[in-house]
């Protein structure tokens, strides 16, 4: 006889960066806003945490529409950043975000590495928790320059290092030789965090115009169809780091997300989810919980890498 | 007005030429809360092939009956897959999403002007404006392509149908209708918009020729829905130095005034 298990509500708090997460779920940066139009249908305080739309040193209006496209299981997009700014947010927005019971972390980006460093000292002085590195982003000229090489990743971060009084996260992208050895180079360079991976450059063509679907031509792709790209790069390089890693890339489910963790994810984001269903990510957790639930595993941090390869 | 995610049942879906269908959904929320112009963000696929919603315009609503209508012309996968629904079967809808067009009892003329698939909001539109004189201009591609010419000529005092080919109504453009009535002798206070891009510039142009205001519900690919994900961009007039900002059609529209809008 089938012993039955004792059901047992496993623990998903985690901790990294020395940041306490009630869960290992993050909303991705640029599918939840700054979670204003989100409070509409969930509860931002039910997520470990929300990975803020990138913020600039100045207002960017962003790419000229169309901005994304539907292809199998996946979304290109090109929005290119738009944002009110980083003085704007500061002003209207951070005390709202604020309010909401749950980890913040500020998305990054810049033209060049005084840009990063500006806005990473004025975002030190504020409540956010963390800072996220947004050297990846494939819709913006200069969006991946300080992101592609290992040279480039140990730059950046280590002039950011020396400005930013936060737990730092660096956000590498996927269009690249070799994603861990960019990894490696942040860690070097001092971050706390890894995040991977940002969208693929990707493309859409819409066959009776005879031109791209996205106005600007490429795009990032996100959604299902990048998960096993994803999984590959989480792995490769949460092998080759000490510090935790944060994935992402396609998940829609609890399932998806155990994959992630068992690969050697301390946490994981979800981006395109939010975008299918603004309610998805507390699915996500729900997921989780009952996954550790029937295989009666009490922490979600005893699984985080325990993938044994074949 | 707030949208909601919802889980609403099909209570009826009716095929009115080859490819548009008429829908019937129940809902209490959205029957109640919705007006004219405003929009359903609906998932069109039970995997995740097809990720992106499918926004489409309400064109009806029955509050005794709690429910709401939804017309839309068969392009692609996901509103195949809509077309092939059955009533009892469930939607995962967001509604209803965006701003509605602009009513006023001051409006004692209006014009309702539409292209193709563009009619139906402006069908919704027309129904709710009970105290004014109403002209609706309706414009098709061919005859096979008409619907709802019954219910314009019920809810409007005046219709003009046209169409590309001439098959039915007259051969012109609805721009062309919009001009003559323009023209005529009646001082028309609004004039309403929705259908292909060309179309609804052409009708901002005579609305600022003849100083008449002018509403449109603009369309561009969507995200998102609830003004989160800033896809859906559309450049619109402000204060400024460049004199205009990327605005989003999903959560400041669908529905601007045309002299807002940056015509390209």
Known sequence: METVKKRIKPDL??????????????????TFGFGREFSKFIDPGLLGGIALKALTLEPREGNKPPRIAETPSGILNSVGLQNPGIEYFLKNELINVKKYNTVIIANIAGNSISDYCGISKKLSATSVEAIELNISCPNVKEGTVFGS??????????????????????????NTADIAKNAMAAERAGADAISLINTILGMSIDIHTERPVLNANYGGLSGPAVKPIALRMVHQTASCVKIPVIGMGGIMSGDDAIEFILAGASAVMAGTA????????????MGIERYLSDKGIKSVKEITGKLVMN | MTAKLLYE???????LSERIYMMRIKSEHISKSSKPGQFVNIRCCEGNELLLRRPISICGTDIQKG?????????????????????????????PCGNAFELSENYKNVLVAGGGIGIFPLLYLADMIRHSNKCS???????????????????????????????????AFVTELLEKELNGKIKWDIIYACGPYEMMKKVHMLSAEHGIKCQVSLEQRMGCGIGACLACACKIKCRGSKGWTYKHVCKDGPVFYSSEVIWE
Not at chain 2, 67 to 90: A, C, H, N, W
């Open chain 2, 67 to 95: 429910t709401f209508d939804i017309t839309f012309m068969v392009k692609g996968k996901g509103t195949q897959y809509l077309s092939q629904r059955k009533p009892g079967e469930t939607l995962d809808i967001i509604g």
């Open chain 1, 149 to 174: 090489t290992p040279e480039g990743v140990y730059e950046i971060t280590s002039r950011v290092r020396e400005v930013c009084g936060k737990p730092l996260i660096v956000k590498l992208t996927p």
């Open chain 1, 13 to 30: 708090n985690i901790e990294i960066m020395g940041l306490k997460f009630k869960n290992p779920v993050i909303a991705a940066s640029g």
């Open chain 2, 9 to 15: 049942e099909i209570s009826s879906i009716e095929r």
């Open chain 1, 274 to 285: 939010n975008i299918v269903n603004p309610t998805l990510c507390y699915d996500i957790i």
């Open chain 2, 137 to 171: 201009l309706i414009g098709f591609k061919s005859s096979s392509e008409i619907v709802m010419l019954d219910r314009f000529k019920t809810c409007s005092n005046k219709v003009g149908v046209c169409t590309d080919d001439g098959s039915a109504g007259e051969k």
